[in-house]
């Protein structure tokens, strides 16, 4: 796999022959009435799996028939299971389009497919993108979509080529396609809750898994079943996991962005090598232009309260935004009451009726954006500073690896509040 900073030298290079292309793609981006879709998996772990049964769920007529991973138990597994699933009669991956390796996104793409999922460990997300879109492949892209400032740039650039190729980039930030949340953001853009004064964010929950070294395992290959807790490959937890409440919010702010954060951070309880450089809680004051602050707040610790949702404060009340519960409280009360969809579900519904219409959805804007909010307030809470947007929309902080191979790589230092530097 090359380096993602030479693979951006490399694409400069071939803007002419992209363009040169546009017409042949535009022609055959658009699958008509019963033509075979053809999809594949980038990603096998338990999001993967769980994003092709969705995909293969999505349209009456399209197959999984190619599969990538940088482990071949993990590709193993995710077989097994899909072929134990309700989607299994979609599945014809035979041992030929089953690849392994760093390697294997490119291979995924050369095999034919029509729509690739991308949803291997954020690191990887940009360059596959750009790949995907350079490939015209219509695109599902889990949530987050970069782990650095120079990878949110690259996502925001392949979005833009998406459009121009007619192609769709469809985001795993999945609440915005949930009914009960559209219904509650659209009533407080219609001004139920009154002139917005403030938002909260919160994301409080346990700890998730950890896979003991092996003995013969490298560095790499410890880091990269440990994505996870690895900054260069999850961007931290507060960018994988809290980032789906930070969307909602830039959603309820329609779409605009805060102008600069500050917070503190650090690992209190999950302190041992195993959980890589990661913190296990960071809280961060966003200052939008207009004076609006958004408390955002995560925390991944055992034995403790667990809250995910988004509230809003409002000039005529309240409005709580989260799957537990969606209402808006002021001088009378109002609550999602009908079922809600499943937006996993629904996310790729809508992906694939889009192809078939031809009417691509682009979703690369905020999904980028969203990200990059993010990975602000990691900014904020590595260095105990004050970041503005645009130092962190210019950073110049890449942490992309020396080399893509199973061998030593160093252990990410914890980043420490007044030591650690803005780049």
Same mark, same amino acid.
């Given at each position: 796999?090359?380096?993602?900073?030479?693979?951006?030298?490399?694409?400069?290079?071939?803007?002419?022959?992209?363009?040169?292309?546009?017409?042949?793609?535009?022609?055959?981006?658009?699958?008509?009435?019963?033509?075979?879709?053809?999809?594949?998996?980038?990603?096998?772990?338990?999001?993967?799996?769980?994003a092709a049964v969705q995909a293969l769920s999505a349209d009456?007529?399209?197959?999984?028939?190619?599969?990538?991973?940088?482990?071949?138990?993990?590709?193993?597994?995710?077989?097994?299971?899909?072929?134990?699933?309700?989607? #299994?009669? /979609?599945?014809?991956?035979?041992?030929?389009?089953?690849? =392994?390796?760093?390697?294997?996104? *490119?291979? %995924? @793409? !050369? +095999?034919?497919?029509?729509?690739?999922?991308?949803?291997?460990?954020?690191?990887?997300?940009?360059?596959?993108?750009?790949?995907?879109?350079? #490939?015209? /492949?219509?695109?599902?892209?889990?949530?987050?979509?970069? =782990?650095?400032?120079?990878?949110? *740039?690259? %996502? @925001? !650039? +392949?979005?833009?080529?998406?459009?121009?190729?007619?192609?769709?980039?469809?985001?795993?930030?999945?609440?915005?396609?949930?009914?009960?949340?559209?219904?509650?953001?659209?009533?407080?853009?219609?001004?139920?809750?009154?002139?917005?004064?403030?938002?909260?964010?919160?994301?409080?929950?346990?700890?998730?898994?950890?896979?003991?070294?092996?003995?013969?395992?490298?560095?790499?290959?410890?880091?990269?079943?440990?994505?996870?807790?690895?900054?260069?490959?999850?961007?931290?937890?507060?960018?994988?996991?809290?980032?789906?409440?930070?969307?909602?919010?830039?959603?309820?702010?329609?779409?605009?962005?805060?102008?600069?954060?500050?917070?503190?951070?650090?690992?209190?309880?999950?302190?041992?090598?195993?959980?890589?450089?990661?913190?296990?809680?960071?809280?961060?004051?966003?200052?939008?232009?207009?004076?609006?602050?958004?408390?955002?707040?995560?925390?991944?610790?055992?034995?403790?309260?667990?809250?995910?949702?988004?509230?809003?404060?409002?000039?005529?009340?309240?409005?709580?935004?989260?799957?537990?519960?969606?209402?808006?409280?002021?001088?009378?009360?109002?609550?999602?009451?009908?079922?809600?969809?499943?937006?996993?579900?629904?996310?790729?519904?809508?992906?694939?009726?889009?192809?078939?219409?031809?009417?691509?959805?682009?979703?690369?804007?905020?999904?980028?954006?969203?990200?990059?909010?993010?990975?602000?307030?990691?900014?904020?809470?590595?260095?105990?500073?004050?970041?503005?947007?645009?130092?962190?929309?210019?950073?110049?902080?890449?942490?992309?690896?020396?080399?893509?191979?199973?061998?030593?790589?160093?252990?990410?230092?914890?980043?420490?509040?007044?030591?650690?530097?803005?780049?």
């Amino acid at each position: 796999m090359p380096s993602r900073r030479r693979f951006l030298k490399q694409s400069a290079a071939a803007v002419s022959s992209v363009m040169a292309a546009n017409l042949r793609i535009a022609r055959s981006a658009h699958v008509a009435g019963s033509d075979l879709l053809r999809v594949g998996l980038i990603g096998c772990g338990g999001r993967g799996t769980g994003a092709a049964v969705q995909a293969l769920s999505a349209d009456p007529n399209c197959k999984l028939v190619a599969m990538g991973d940088a482990f071949e138990d993990r590709l193993s597994l995710s077989l097994e299971q899909l072929q134990k699933s309700e989607a #299994a009669s /979609k599945v014809d991956v035979p041992k030929e389009r089953q690849f =392994v390796g760093f390697g294997a996104y *490119r291979q %995924v @793409l !050369e +095999s034919g497919v029509d729509v690739v999922l991308l949803c291997e460990p954020p690191h990887f997300r940009p360059s596959h993108l750009r790949a995907a879109i350079d #490939a015209g /492949k219509h695109v599902f892209a889990e949530k987050p979509v970069a =782990v650095d400032s120079p990878g949110v *740039r690259s %996502v @925001l !650039e +392949s979005c833009e080529l998406a459009k121009k190729k007619n192609l769709s980039v469809v985001s795993g930030l999945c609440l915005r396609y949930s009914y009960g949340f559209q219904e509650t953001v659209r009533r407080i853009h219609d001004g139920e809750a009154g002139e917005i004064r403030a938002l909260q964010a919160n994301d409080y929950r346990g700890g998730i898994w950890v896979k003991p070294r092996q003995p013969g395992w490298t560095d790499m290959e410890w880091q990269l079943r440990n994505w996870y807790y690895f900054t260069w490959l999850s961007g931290d937890f507060n960018v994988e996991q809290h980032v789906h409440y930070l969307d909602v919010c830039t959603w309820i702010m329609k779409n605009e962005y805060p102008a600069r954060a500050a917070g503190m951070g650090g690992r209190q309880v999950r302190t041992g090598a195993e959980y890589g450089n990661i913190y296990d809680h960071h809280s961060v004051v966003y200052e939008y232009a207009n004076g609006v602050k958004l408390f955002s707040n995560c925390r991944q610790q055992q034995g403790c309260h667990n809250d995910m949702s988004c509230l809003v404060l409002g000039s005529k009340g309240t409005a709580l935004v989260a799957e537990r519960r969606l209402s808006i409280s002021t001088s009378t009360e109002w609550q999602y009451t009908e079922k809600d969809n499943n937006f996993y579900q629904t996310e790729h519904d809508e992906l694939f009726r889009g192809i078939r219409e031809g009417k691509p959805i682009n979703n690369g804007e905020y999904m980028a954006r969203s990200t990059l909010l993010a990975i602000m307030g990691r900014m904020a809470t590595y260095t105990g500073q004050l970041i503005t947007w645009e130092q962190a929309m210019n950073s110049k902080e890449d942490l992309t690896p020396p080399k893509y191979e199973w061998g030593p790589i160093p252990t990410p230092s914890v980043a420490i509040p007044g030591v650690t530097k803005f780049a």
